[in-house]
């Protein structure tokens, strides 16, 4: 079957301007993740989804991230009000029981 | 924050030679795994060692793990061009059969020169 799906692959804003990141996990993953790659920096956590839980929102690094997920598939990621620190790429991943799968990423360049 | 370190931070070795990536971690885990990303996007997930587990071959890819000393290796045998890339590990804490959030080494870069 597919794999996890990211859109836009690529975005760019303007200082300030809210934007939205898709994620299509791969179909019956119950969990779903999402990631920051920061130019030049490591991967880090920014909040995990497991199944009907409370998601963990540990790594979302300020009140401007959220991320929801509907019916238990899709995962939209949201950044309002962004900040040129925000640039990066933006990674999504999921799983069922061990391995996560990562999809290609959205590239945020925040000017 | 990162859950440890990964030497070295970049390797070139010529094609055909073995390629060795050392990566250690600081909590208790669950399981630890490798990935390989190409230009700075998505991540391929190469193999997966569950903590009770001391040594795991998949294909050219050889990986231990020592809970005792908290490291984890990676040798990648008969290097191919196409290995050329980052390579990360991965630990995960959590309890239970599912994976937890992934806490990321930093990366080793690894060039391989035809």
């Known amino acids: 079957g597919a794999g996890v799906s990211q859109s836009p692959s690529n975005k760019v804003t303007e200082k300030g301007k809210d934007v939205e990141l898709r994620c299509d996990p791969i179909s019956g993953h119950t969990a779903l993740y999402w990631y920051r790659q920061s130019l030049g920096q490591g991967l880090e956590f920014l909040i995990y989804?497991?199944?009907?839980?409370?998601?963990?929102k540990s790594g979302l690094p300020s009140d401007r991230f959220s991320a929801e997920r509907t019916g238990g598939s899709v995962s939209t990621l949201t950044i309002q009000r962004t900040q040129q620190e925000d640039s990066a790429v933006y990674l999504c991943a999921s799983s069922y029981i061990g391995t996560q799968y990562f999809g290609p990423g959205t590239r945020l360049l925040v000017l | 924050s990162q859950q440890g370190e990964e030497d070295p931070q970049a390797l070139s070795i010529q094609e055909g030679e073995n390629a060795t990536m050392n990566c250690s971690y600081k909590?208790?885990?669950?399981?630890l795994q490798w990935y390989r990303q190409n230009s700075g996007r998505g991540l391929v997930h190469l193999i997966l060692i569950r903590s009770n587990e001391r040594e795991k071959h998949s294909g050219r890819l050889r990986v231990t793990l020592d809970t005792s000393k908290k490291s984890s290796s990676l040798l990648i045998t008969a290097s191919r061009a196409a290995d050329t890339a980052s390579y990360f590990c991965a630990t995960d804490g959590a309890r239970g059969g599912n994976t937890g959030k992934l806490i990321f080494g930093q990366g080793t870069t690894l060039q391989v020169k035809p």
């Open positions: 989804f497991q199944g009907n839980s409370a998601p963990d």
């Open positions: 909590t208790s885990i669950n399981n």
